[in-house]
């Protein structure tokens, strides 16, 4: 059975850090991964997704980068933190053909000081 | 822009008190919309996809359909279990990757 890991669960880190949050798919191949954003009380907000090995859409132009270095690892990166990243960052995936079918990981909660 | 629109943003209900759920959507060319169930601190999880208007699809209390404009969460004789935030996404026919989600409707049940 296919199973998302993504880590770490909970990190509290200082405005101008770097950030580095990973997601790994187990028990599927080629599959869609996105990660996804939700302030407190909101929906879900499409920062990236990827149909491939470094096939990288980016939705909101801001100081946050994704990467696909194999073909079930997604990484979300920063470079410097800004107050405003505060949320809860969520990775999903999805199998080609059904691809409107997340399958989401436990997420991150992610606070900037 | 595609968008999704959710109402009402929280809905409280008394065990047994049946109700329904909104989701508006103007999307160029809907290839999919899909309902998923989130509760606190947890990822959401996928209930229904609906494909094309007239189209319902049901699950224990919940019944999903689909207009041309808008999609309707029915639950019927709800339980304290079913409270969560209900969300509401679409998928374009272009674009096709690309998941857009509402914000979602809290649902509480009371006993």
């Known amino acids: 059975s296919q199973t998302i890991h993504q880590w770490p669960a909970t990190l509290v880190q200082p405005v101008g850090s770097p950030l580095s949050l990973e997601c790994t798919v187990e028990?599927?191949?080629?599959?869609?991964l996105y990660w996804y954003r939700q302030a407190a009380g909101r929906g879900l907000q499409l920062l990236f997704y990827?149909?491939?090995?470094?096939?990288i859409s980016s939705e909101v132009p801001q100081n946050l980068s994704a990467s696909r270095p194999q073909d079930r690892q997604f990484i979300l990166s920063s470079k410097k933190l800004l107050l405003s990243d505060s949320g809860f960052y969520l990775c999903?995936?999805?199998?080609?053909?059904?691809?409107?079918?997340?399958?989401f990981g436990e997420g991150s909660r992610l606070t900037v000081l | 822009e595609d968008q999704v629109t959710q109402s009402p943003e929280a809905l409280r209900l008394q065990e047994g008190e049946s109700s329904s759920l909104n989701c508006s959507y103007t999307?160029?060319?809907?290839?999919?919309l899909f309902w998923y169930r989130q509760d606190p601190g947890k990822g959401p999880e996928f209930l229904f996809t609906?494909?094309?208007a007239g189209e319902e699809k049901e699950k224990e209390r919940l019944k999903a359909t689909l207009t041309k404009k808008e999609s309707f969460l029915h639950i019927t004789a709800p339980k304290p279990e079913d409270s969560a935030t209900y969300l509401c996404?679409?998928?374009?026919?272009?674009?096709?990757?690309?998941?857009?989600f509402g914000s979602g409707t809290r649902l509480s049940i009371r006993p």
């Open positions: 999903a995936w999805s199998v080609y053909r059904r691809t409107g079918e997340l399958f």
């Open positions: 028990g599927t191949s080629n599959p869609n």
């Open positions: 990827s149909v491939g090995i470094g096939q």
């Open positions: 999307v160029s060319g809907l290839r999919g």
């Open positions: 609906l494909y094309s």
């Open positions: 996404a679409v998928q374009a026919s272009r674009g096709a990757s690309k998941i857009i």
